[in-house]
């Protein structure tokens, strides 16, 4: 029976499941090593895997949908899958890039599904309110500009971007998470860069002022 899947919310309390202890021993654990254990039918090595990335997937989910309560969702929809697909874990692949696909696929279903031309500004983009990680940026004016410029590019260039700024996900990890070659990804990275640079030009020109 697979263990259950503890809701993702604010970490006001430690996640538990069952009766064992929120935290265990296998809270340092590499995450493979948790993966591995987990696929054994150790349900605290979840949970440890759960504590370690619930909040970083669901900030990136954040960034990428644009809205907190769908970020929540698909979290919790990530989670629900690497369970359900832990028959097809290969013992030693990184854990990480392969949790990132999963949530970037769940995050396109979920656009797939309920994309409606009213979900479009005036302007042709995307409504964005996303979150940082921190409860309030240091310039919200700053971070909704960033925020306006990444919803311009295209998802080939602002996936790798996420990953790469805002996860800190290496190249080669990032390129295991989207099914491509390192020097694609880099090369996507560098085009998303310089695009960003283009848009949030006339900002930086203001600042100068």
């Known amino acids: 029976m697979s263990p259950p899947v503890p809701s993702v919310k604010p970490p006001a309390a430690p996640v538990r499941t069952g009766d064992m202890p929120a935290r265990s021993e296998s809270a340092g654990d590499p995450d493979e090593v948790l993966m591995e254990r987990f696929c054994q039918g150790d349900a605290p090595a ?3 895997l759960f504590q370690r990335y619930a909040r970083p997937i669901q900030g990136y ?3 990428l949908t644009g809205s907190p309560a769908t970020a929540e969702d698909l979290a919790q929809l990530t989670f629900l899958s690497l369970v359900r697909s832990r028959g097809r874990y290969q013992e030693g692949a990184r854990v990480r890039p392969w949790l990132y696909a999963i949530a970037t696929n769940a995050a396109r279903d ?3 599904r309920h994309r409606r031309p009213e ?3 005036p302007e042709g983009e995307l409504p964005l309110t996303a979150v ?5 940026p240091r310039d919200a004016g700053l971070e909704r500009a960033v925020q306006r410029a990444l919803a311009q590019l295209p998802e080939g260039q602002r996936l790798p971007i996420l990953m790469h700024r805002f996860e800190g996900m290496g190249f080669a990890e990032i390129a295991e998470a989207l099914g491509l070659t390192e020097s ?3 090369v996507r990275a560098h085009r998303g860069y310089a695009r960003l640079r283009e848009l949030l030009a006339p900002l930086h020109q203001e ?3």
Request: hydrophobic share 45%; glycine share 0%; aromatic share 4%.
């Open 110 to 112: 979920h656009a797939r």
């Open 119 to 121: 979900d479009l500004t």
């Open 207 to 209: 600042t100068a002022e």
């Open 46 to 48: 979840f949970d440890a």
């Open 132 to 136: 940082a990680d921190t409860p309030e």
């Open 61 to 63: 989910l954040a960034r």
């Open 184 to 186: 694609a990804v880099k």
